[in-house]
C-alpha cells in the first residue's frame, strides 16, 4: 500500500530514538470470540505468570521496557496502563482483557512485548495517517465518545480527517474495530530506549495471532521508523 504511513521531521527531531510501527491487514474477521485465539491468550497469560509470579511491583518496574515508557508518561504526570494491566495479570491473576478477536490478539501481544499499540479498523481510515507530536491545541473524541485535548509533546497520529491516536489518550472512537472490520491497522509507538527491531517483532507476532482467526488475512503494509540520535545514523 503507498501513502499509508508519512513520518514528519517534528517528530523526528522531538524524539530522538524513539521508535513507531504500523501493521495493515486485509481479509480479517473481527468475531466475539475464536478458539484458537483464546488458546494464545491463555497461554500468554500463564507464561506472564510462570516468569513474573514471584516477582513484586518493584521488579515489573525495573524492566527496561518498561522503563522506557515509565520516563516518557512522568513527564505529564501519568502511569503507563501497560504496566498495571501486566501487574493486574501477573502478579494478581486477573485474566487477560477478552473483547472481539482483534482485541484479544492486540492486548495479549501488548503484554507480551510490552509495547503499546493502538487498533484501527482501516476502512475507516483516511490516509495516509502522519505520525507527528501534538501541539496542544487539537481535539478527539477517544473510545466510548469523550473530547480529549492533546498534550503539547506527546506523540500522535492522524488521518485526513483528525487525530486517530495518541501516546497518552490512546485510540479514537471514529475508526475504532467493529464485529465487521475486514481491514485493519495496527499502529505502535515505542518510546527511546526500545529500538526498531522490537516494534518489528511486536508488529510480526501480531499479525501471526490476527492469522489464527483468519489465516487467508494479507499483510498490506509493515512499516517501522526511528528517529535517530544525534551523532547516529538512522537504521535502513
Known sequence: MQDLFVVTDAWRAAWPGAAAGVLAMRDVANPAG??????RVAEREAALRARFGGAD???????????????????????????????????????????SALVSAMVASE????????????????????????????RYQLLGGQEQALQAGDMTMADGRGTISSV?????ERTRFRPETRRVLFAVYAPPGIGGQAVAAHLEGLAAAVRLVCPDAAIEALEVHEASQPGRSANP
Do not use: C, M, N
Open 34 to 39: 475464536h478458539p484458537a485465539l483464546e488458546r
Open 57 to 99: 511491583r518493584a521488579a515489573l518496574r525495573a524492566l527496561p521496557r518498561l522503563q522506557a515508557y515509565a520516563a516518557y508518561y512522568k513527564r505529564w504526570g501519568k502511569t503507563y496502563h501497560v504496566q498495571l494491566q501486566l501487574e493486574s495479570v501477573a502478579l494478581k491473576g486477573k485474566p487477560i482483557t477478552r473483547a
Open 111 to 138: 503484554l507480551e512485548h510490552l509495547l503499546l499499540t493502538a487498533g484501527h479498523d482501516l476502512d475507516a481510515v483516511a490516509p495516509p495517517v502522519t505520525l507527528t507530536v501534538a501541539a496542544g491545541a487539537e
Open 168 to 172: 497518552l489518550y490512546g485510540p479514537d
